[in-house]
Nanobody, 117 residues
Framework: QVQLVESGGGSVQAGGSLRLSCAASGNSNSINAMGWYRRAPGKQREFVAIITSGGTTNYADPVSGRFTISRDNAKNTAYLQMDSLKPEDTAVYYC???????????WGQGTQVTVSS
């Protein structure tokens, strides 16, 4: 079992920055990749960014160049640095972990990010 707890959400004006954190507990040694997803009002949940245990990263096109995902394996924590925020980034952001060996997904409870114009 792995538990994920997000923090760092809030309200910011367009052009501003926020940093989200995702702290993992439990059997965190089973975590392979960690990532972030988001769900905007009235829309389906979508992929934002992912980082593997080796540090390889991938981003969704709408956030590429503005968001940076990182990971501190010693602290079992992943981060999402969000810069140049836009109103369309407004969503609930969820932390995700892909677990060894079967690829099972664990999810956090979500944290709200609101960007005003």
């Amino acid at each position: 079992q792995v538990q994920l707890v997000e923090s760092g959400g809030g309200s910011v004006q367009a052009g501003g920055s926020l940093r989200l954190s995702c702290a993992a507990s439990g059997n965190s040694n089973s975590i392979n990749a960690m990532g972030w997803y988001r769900r905007a009002p009235g829309k389906q949940r979508e992929f934002v960014a992912i980082i593997t245990s080796g540090g390889t990263t991938n981003y969704a096109d709408p956030v590429s160049g503005r968001f940076t995902i990182s990971r501190d394996n010693a602290k079992n924590t992943a981060y999402l640095q969000m810069d140049s925020l836009k109103p369309e980034d407004t969503a609930v952001y969820y932390c995700n972990a892909v677990l060894r060996p079967w690829g099972i997904n664990a999810w956090g409870q979500g944290t709200q990010v609101t960007v005003s114009s």
